[in-house]
C-alpha cells in the first residue's frame, strides 16, 4: 500500500496519458467483440468531436493542475479535512476514505447540481447528446463543464482533506471508470448488477444516458454506486430498452456537429421528434 501511495504522489504526467490512451483503446477494443448496441455508424467520424472535447478537458484541467496541486498541499500541511480530523487511520482505510469522499464531491455532487441547475444542465447536455453511447462518449464535456467538474474536485480537494496521491489515485480511478460504464459493451447481466452493488456498472450508468426522465436524472456516480443507493438517485430499466440522447435535443446531425455542440448550452430547447411509442 505504500508503494501505491508513493507512486501516484509523484506520477508522471506520461503515465497519466498512457493510462488515458491506453483505456480508450482497450474499450474501444471490447465494444467491437462485445458490443451492447450494433450501431449503425462509422466509429471514427462519430469519435471525432468527442476526441475534440476530450482534448479541451485534457488542456483546460492541465492548466487548472497547479491550483489542485497546491490546494492538496495546503490541506495536508495544514491537517485540513473530514479525513484529516479523524483518529489515525490504517494506510489502506485513509485512502479508501479519501477516494470515496471525492467521488461524492468531485462526482455526484458535481453531477447531481449540474442535472437540477438549469444554465449548468444546458451546459452538461452536451455530454447527454450523443446518440451513439460508446467509450468515446466519456470526455464529452463541453470546456465550461471541464471548469465546473474541476471546481467540485476542487471542493472536494478541501472538504475532504486529500493529499495529493490520493488526488492522482482518485482521477485515474475516475478516468478508467468513465471509460469502462460508458464503453459499448454488453456483460451478462448477473455480472453486471452484482457489479452494480459497489461499483457503477456498465448498465447502471446508461440508464442515465436514456433520453426521458426520470431516467436521465437518475445514476450521478463514477465510480461507487454507494451514493445513488444511499441517496435515493438509483433507477433501473432493461437495457434493451435504452435509448440514448435528450428529447428535447433531438438532432442527431447537430449533435454530432463540434461549432453546433459549442453553442448548445446558449440554445432554446427544440420540439422533441421522437414519438411517445419510444417511452418506456
Do not use: C
Amino acid at each position: 500500500m505504500d508503494t501505491l501511495y508513493n507512486y501516484f504522489e509523484t506520477i508522471p504526467s506520461l503515465h497519466r496519458s498512457i493510462l488515458l490512451v491506453s483505456g480508450i483503446t482497450l474499450f474501444w477494443l471490447l465494444e467491437g467483440a462485445i458490443p451492447l448496441f450494433k450501431f449503425d455508424y462509422k466509429k471514427w467520424k462519430h469519435a471525432i468531436p468527442n476526441f475534440f472535447f476530450t482534448l479541451t478537458t485534457i488542456v483546460i484541467n492541465f492548466g487548472l493542475a497547479f491550483v489542485l496541486v497546491e490546494s492538496a498541499f495546503w490541506v495536508e500541511s495544514n491537517n485540513f479535512g473530514i479525513i484529516n480530523w479523524l483518529p489515525e487511520l490504517p494506510l489502506w482505510a485513509y485512502i479508501l476514505l479519501g477516494v470515496l469522499l471525492l467521488d461524492f464531491f468531485g462526482a455526484y455532487l458535481a453531477h447531481y447540481v449540474e442535472h437540477k441547475v438549469k444554465p449548468l444542465w444546458m451546459v452538461h447536455l452536451v455530454h447527454h447528446t450523443d446518440h451513439k453511447v460508446d467509450t468515446t462518449t466519456a470526455n464529452r464535456h463541453h470546456p465550461i463543464e471541464s471548469v465546473i467538474r474541476f471546481s467540485f474536485t476542487l471542493l472536494g480537494v478541501f472538504a475532504v482533506g486529500t493529499p495529493i496521491a490520493i488526488v492522482m489515485l482518485y482521477q485515474a480511478m475516475s478516468l478508467v471508470f468513465t471509460q469502462f460504464t460508458h464503453a459499448n459493451i454488453k456483460l451478462p447481466k448477473s455480472i453486471d448488477k452484482m457489479i452494480s452493488y459497489v461499483l457503477i456498472s456498465p448498465d447502471m450508468h446508461k440508464i442515465h444516458h436514456h433520453f426521458r426522465l426520470p431516467y436521465t436524472d437518475s445514476n450521478y456516480g463514477n465510480i461507487f454506486s454507494i451514493w445513488d443507493r444511499l441517496l435515493g438517485t438509483y433507477m433501473y430499466m432493461d437495457r434493451e430498452k435504452l435509448v440514448y440522447g435528450v428529447d428535447v435535443f433531438p438532432n442527431e446531425a447537430k449533435n454530432s456537429n463540434i461549432k453546433d455542440l459549442l453553442k448548445q448550452p446558449f440554445l432554446a430547447y427544440e420540439k422533441p421528434t421522437l414519438s411517445a411509442d419510444s417511452e418506456v
